[in-house]
């Protein structure tokens, strides 16, 4: 069985504190494992897709990074605008859905 | 324009009500999907569709019934809402392609349950 798992399950940071998130995950066959963001009461936004061990994307002051047991989302001087939860989800076999973890919920304070 | 919409946003009812959620995507994705979310508890598949004929249930499918329309439309029902089924719920959709699993997400609806 699929499994995700984030931490931590929440994280304060000054504005500028650079920091890292985690998440962790065992899966029998990875298509894709990605990264969302979700503000309060709104649906998750699309972040990142990585596919294989060793690959990095950026977006602005986010860098996923994905290794075969884990992947981290580095926060470069985050600014308060950064403070949501980051969702991280996988997909695997033949089924394609999506297994989420339970989030990280960052705060930036000014 | 959202691509992906969700009627209604938000919804109070009382226990053993019929309630309808409904959600329409201008993506022109074949898949869609219906998730709740519990505080805690993460993201978790009620009922999936890859296309008009086929449905198929998730994780928690208990207590819930799905309805594909049309290609761009999917509806999520509660025969008889109880206070448990109190959560955020969320469509989702995704392309058939195969290189990409990734789903897009509409804005939600908050359901409560008295």
Redesign the interface.
Known sequence: EDQVTQSPEALRLQEGESSSLNCSYTVSGLRGLFWYRQDPGKGPEFLFTLYSAGEEKEKERLKATLTKKESFLHITAPKPEDSATYLCALSSGSARQLTFGSGTQLTVLP | DAD?TQTPRNRITKTGKRIMLECSQTKGHDRM?WYRQDP??????IY?SFDVKDINK?EISDGYSVSRQAQAKFSLSLESAIPNQTA?Y?CAT?AVAAS?????????T?LTVL
């Open positions: 992906v999907y805690g508890l993460g993201l978790r598949l999936y998730g955020l969320f995704s990409t699993d990734t789903q897009y997400f509409g804005p939600g908050r």
